[in-house]
């Protein structure tokens, strides 16, 4: 997988995650302070990796899932970064931000090691899009060439209907 962060291609640890498989188990931390396992976690669901949503594409970004998850029917989406959860809870909070969900993978990294999120270089997230269904197969992946760019909401939208 090749990712650039401003035009320099970073290295990302993990596993590397593919349609048809079946999504990985994680452990991240929500806005109380408390540690959710994915397994807990049902239904059509997305979960994007984002570096940090206190950054001007992240912002955007997550304002978009969170205009969208309005208009979506029986899907979840869950905003992930390595953010404390303060800082998360604080974000949404001044931003309106209802419709999704944050999680915080600082704690022990494990959505990035299990989904092949992880930025080496900068201790962050990258920015990713994953699609699960409710039998918990990856039905999406975009994996964003440049970590500054958003990426293809039509495209994810579609792999929901």
Known sequence: ???KFKGNEVT???NTVKVRDIAPNFVAID???NQLDSKELKGKRVYVSVPSIDTAVCDMEVRRFNQEASN???VKIYIISMDLP???ARW???AGIENVQTLSDYKDRSFGKEFGTYIKELGLLTRV???IDENNIVTYVEYCEEVTSEPNYGAVLNALK
Request: a negative charge.
């Open 86 to 88: 303060f800082a998360q």
């Open 12 to 14: 990302l640890e993990g």
């Open 92 to 94: 949404c909070g001044n």
């Open 129 to 131: 899009v994953f699609v």
């Open 1 to 3: 997988m090749n990712v």
């Open 72 to 74: 979506l029917q029986g």
């Open 31 to 33: 806005n109380g302070i």
